[in-house]
């Protein structure tokens, strides 16, 4: 009789809570509306009845109610950013952080690496694009978002950090010295008397400005291998800043909105085309802004030289909240000029040319680099450039 007397006090109580938050249940699945209540009522629920009150954080609660429902949108990448992992990713966008150098994405539910950065401990150690990263400093990562994981490999630099990483079904583990990372997102140099090579790393903040630094010695070419290998991506923005500079005045990406509206998007310097001959490189760490870019360019006849890029073919915007988090959220997709829908598919290349094995050659000597070594052949016999 006691337990039903306590059992019966304990829904009054329910009742009660309910009651005081405005929990409309009842007529909000009548009307078939959004159950709003029932966030504030199980909020409520906690307030009053966990075991332990002195341990709740509001702030905690409030941020797990708004993690869970953007991971219900089903999109990888959808998701709530952190003030912590926020900072981070500004800094990165920047072209400078503290880390190991790896770009991540989610991929067939696993977080995997889109690219390591060129020059950076993960470079130098050996990671690889696709890598599928399955644990960190032994801890394994199942079930955790990208911003947990990043958390996880993040620290300072001169520490060091085990990532353990699945490849081809094969594990495998490094062990990776953190350094302070400065990005030079650009590089030039001339292959021959004729032929120059411009490597792009990554679409940061600082790209364009780097890009225009090399501008005059790029106009001095007779053509141009562009090197868009491991470039995970960045800033739509400064991609179609540097894109005119390849395709003119013609569009470089289709957008796509949630209604199905299609926008053709063009380059602001779109008066501003190179008149020469560019092969591109690619490989499947070539992901987001550089397939807008590579996709691009084979729409209007340029080759592509390597093995088929990552296949991100969505749009994020970021929303910064007034507690320095912010929510990413998938708004657009985009397609190739020609209408391609590239994402989970990837962009296959011309010409197919499997990766280097030494990735520290990748770019430096065509004799240990087959992918560029077919491209200055492309450029030379074809073209007659030398």
């Known amino acids: 009789m006691g337990k039903r007397i306590k ?23 009548a009307s078939g509306s959004t159950n709003w209540g029932m966030l504030q009522f199980v909020y409520n ?3 009053n009845y966990y075991v332990a009150p002195s341990t709740l954080d ?3 609660l409030v941020e797990g109610a708004i993690r869970g429902m953007v991971q219900a949108v089903g999109d990888p990448y959808t998701r709530y950013v952190d003030p912590e992992s926020f900072s981070q990713m500004k800094d990165q966008l920047e072209g400078s952080f503290s880390g190991i150098g790896i770009e991540m994405g989610v991929k067939d539910k696993s977080i995997v690496v889109i690219a390591p950065i060129e020059g950076t401990p993960a470079y130098k150690a050996g990671i690889k694009a696709n890598d599928r990263i399955v644990s960190v400093d032994g801890k394994p990562v199942d079930g955790m978002d990208i911003n947990q994981v990043v958390r996880l490999i993040r620290g300072p630099a001169g520490t060091q950090v085990k990532i353990g990483v699945e490849r081809n079904g094969e594990l495998k583990e490094f062990n990776i010295t953190r350094e302070t990372i400065e990005i030079k997102s650009v590089s030039f140099r001339p292959l021959t008397y004729q032929i120059g090579y411009l490597r792009i790393s990554t679409f940061n903040d600082k790209t364009y400005d780097e890009f225009k630094t090399y501008l005059p010695e790029i106009e001095k070419m007779k053509a141009l291998v562009l090197d868009l290998r491991n470039d995970p991506g960045g800033t739509v923005k400064t991609c179609l800043d540097i ?3 390849f395709v003119g005045d013609n569009p470089v990406v289709i957008t796509v909105d949630r209604n199905g509206n299609q926008t053709k998007v063009y380059s602001p310097y779109k008066n501003s085309k190179l008149d020469i001959p560019v092969v591109v490189l690619v490989n499947e760490g070539s ?7 590579s996709g691009a360019m084979k729409d209007y006849g340029y080759t592509l030289v390597g093995e088929k890029t990552f296949g991100k073919g969505l ?9 320095n988090s912010a929510v990413i959220i998938t708004t657009e997709k985009y397609l190739t000029p020609s209408g391609h829908d590239i994402n989970k598919i990837g962009i296959e290349p011309n010409i197919v040319v499997p990766d280097p094995k030494d990735w520290q050659d990748m770019g430096k000597n065509p004799e240990k680099d087959p992918q560029l070594k077919e491209a200055l052949k492309i450029l030379q016999e074809k073209n007659g450039i030398y």
Do not use: H, R
């Open 7 to 29: 059992y019966g006090f304990i829904l009054f109580l329910v009742a009660l809570v309910a009651f005081s938050a405005g929990f409309t249940l009842k007529s909000n699945m």
């Open 287 to 293: 992901a987001s802004a550089a397939e807008i870019l």
């Open 45 to 47: 629920l906690i307030e």
């Open 58 to 60: 509001p702030n905690k």
């Open 315 to 323: 749009i994020q915007s970021v929303i910064p909240l007034y507690d």
């Open 243 to 245: 894109a005119g500079y």
